[in-house]
């Protein structure tokens, strides 16, 4: 399978890159930049440590995308549209790890999923999949009388928060709920809050260092609490599961898809 890798030179397009070379089935068949980078031209494999792989970083991002099979994509949210309108055109499927979306992004992906297949996930990892599944289950049987709390700790580089995998966890814990989490979401507590109004969902955000990514949903109720915690302590997990999802979609119908639909997880 031709797989490319749209913002080669990031950090999670270097991570990409290696995941697709080490896996067997797929190939990279091409990497982009925008037009004016440093990195165009360079042969994608030395970029990401690798030998080299006779693919150069180009800025053509229509023609990278045409000549794949699939695409994967952790760059920005206005990119990622563009990349989604390109793919759809082409009949190439698309893998989203981008978060940051607003209302009107999340139309236009929606759109291209009418044409292509695209996943689309806050966070490509199995265990982070996993506990957002915990989260769904044990929110739905503790009910009212606990308190949700999401936590979470980037790097000091990451540009949106809450994070889209805290974002995901909370969607998770609502779904549970059986709650809007539009509604019932406290993002910012700041002054004289007054108490806490029972069955929101309250968000925590820290960054800072080079953490790559910790989550905690907290279940707090009277007089014990329950955490479910995951750690990421290397951006591999992110790229291998995107390769994964990137595989899975051949031959697979037009469709906006998740990771879950990817690794088998039910969402009850």
Not at 229 to 252: E, L
Request: aromatic content about 4%; some cysteine.
């Amino acid at each position: 399978m031709k797989i490319a890798v749209m913002g080669a030179a990031g950090r999670m397009g270097r991570q990409l890159i290696a995941a697709i070379a080490a896996e067997p089935g797929c190939t990279l068949s091409g990497a982009t930049e925008p037009a004016g980078s440093s990195m165009l031209g360079k042969d994608a494999g030395e970029l990401a440590g690798l030998e080299r792989l006779g693919v150069a970083v180009s800025s053509d991002t229509a023609a990278v995308i045409a000549a794949a099979d699939a695409i994967v994509d952790f760059t920005i949210p206005k990119a990622s549209v563009e990349f989604a309108e390109l793919a759809a055109r082409s009949g190439t499927a698309h893998i989203i790890g981008t978060t940051g979306f607003d209302k009107v992004s999340e139309a236009a992906i929606a759109a291209a999923a009418r044409k292509i297949a695209i996943v689309k996930a806050g966070n490509m990892s199995l265990g982070v999949n996993l506990l957002a599944a915990l989260t769904r289950q044990v929110a739905a049987a503790l009910g009212n009388d606990f308190d949700i709390e999401i936590v979470e700790m980037h790097h000091r580089m990451k540009i949106d928060a809450p994070s889209g995998t805290a974002l995901m966890l909370g969607e998770a814990a609502a779904e549970g709920r059986g709650i809007s989490l539009a509604e019932r979401s406290v993002r910012v507590r700041d002054g004289h809050t007054g108490p806490r109004q029972s069955g929101d969902i309250g968000f925590a955000t820290l960054r800072g260092g080079t953490v790559v990514g910790d989550h905690t949903v907290i279940f707090a109720g009277e007089g014990e609490r329950i955490e479910l915690t995951h750690r990421a302590t290397d951006r591999g997990i992110f790229a291998r599961g995107a390769v994964k999802a990137a595989m899975w979609t051949k031959d697979r119908a037009p469709g906006l898809y998740a990771m879950t639909d990817v690794l088998g997880i039910r969402n009850s």
